[in-house]
T-cell receptor, first 117, second 112 residues
């Protein structure tokens, strides 16, 4: 199946700094990518839908100025957590919409563990 | 047996037994449903999917059942193995490729 990668896999940062997470579709082009956040022992919560060449669509309650999303190419979407605080510590997962006819709806990345001190 | 923890229900089964994981979905307009397996520290892994025009679909050792009347989805795993231990999530979507809404998740623990 198609592969989605994320970088970094883990990041520790100081409170107030910004952190950028990359999501790449390695062997297919993805016009749409999705960003999720997952707290321990909880489900995945959709944060936003990232569309190549246009603005992201954010879910209710997600601050677009805090979680900046850029989808500059068909294989790369980035999520920047600006002025990170300890409550932003979480597991961030991206997915990329699969090509038509692939069978699966979305391919998920391995996730990025963010710890804000 | 099955129990509900603080955040995540758990299901404990004996190796070799069949497992049934249940999910109640929320949107009667959802047209597409997927089961994912998530191991600790990893992203979700696709298991099986089903469209709303079907009520049953089988894969290798797994079966998904859909009851639209009561908005209920189940995942059956035959001959459960230790490698099946993980958290299982159902997800619903208005269409294949559309945004996914994930269910609560169930932690499956397989005892050798």
């Amino acid at each position: 199946g198609a592969v989605v990668s994320q970088h970094p896999s883990r990041v520790i940062c100081k409170s107030g700094t910004s952190v950028k997470i990359e999501c790449r579709s390695l062997d297919f082009q993805a016009t749409t990518m999705f960003w999720y956040r997952q707290f321990p022992k909880q489900s995945l919560m959709l944060m936003a839908t990232s569309n190549e060449g246009s603005k992201a669509t954010y879910e209710q309650g997600v601050e677009k100025d805090k979680f900046l999303i850029n989808h500059a190419s068909l294989t790369l979407s980035t999520l920047t957590v600006t002025s990170a605080h300890p409550e932003d510590s979480s597991f961030y997962i991206c997915s990329a919409r699969a090509p038509t006819g692939s069978g699966e709806t979305q391919y998920f990345g391995p996730g990025t563990r963010l710890l804000v001190l | 047996g099955e129990s509900v923890g603080l955040h995540l229900p758990t299901l404990s089964v004996q190796e070799g037994d069949n497992s049934i994981i249940n999910c109640a979905y929320s949107n009667s307009a959802s047209d597409y449903f997927i089961w994912y397996k998530q191991e600790s520290g990893k992203g979700p892994q696709f298991i099986i999917d089903i469209r709303s025009n079907m009520d049953k679909r089988q894969g290798q050792r797994v079966t998904v059942l859909l009851n639209k009347t009561v908005k209920h989805l189940s995942l059956q795993i035959a001959a459960t193995q230790p490698g099946d231990s993980a958290v299982y999530f159902c997800a619903e979507s208005a269409s294949q490729g559309g945004k996914l809404i994930f269910g609560q998740g169930t932690e499956l623990s397989v005892k050798p």
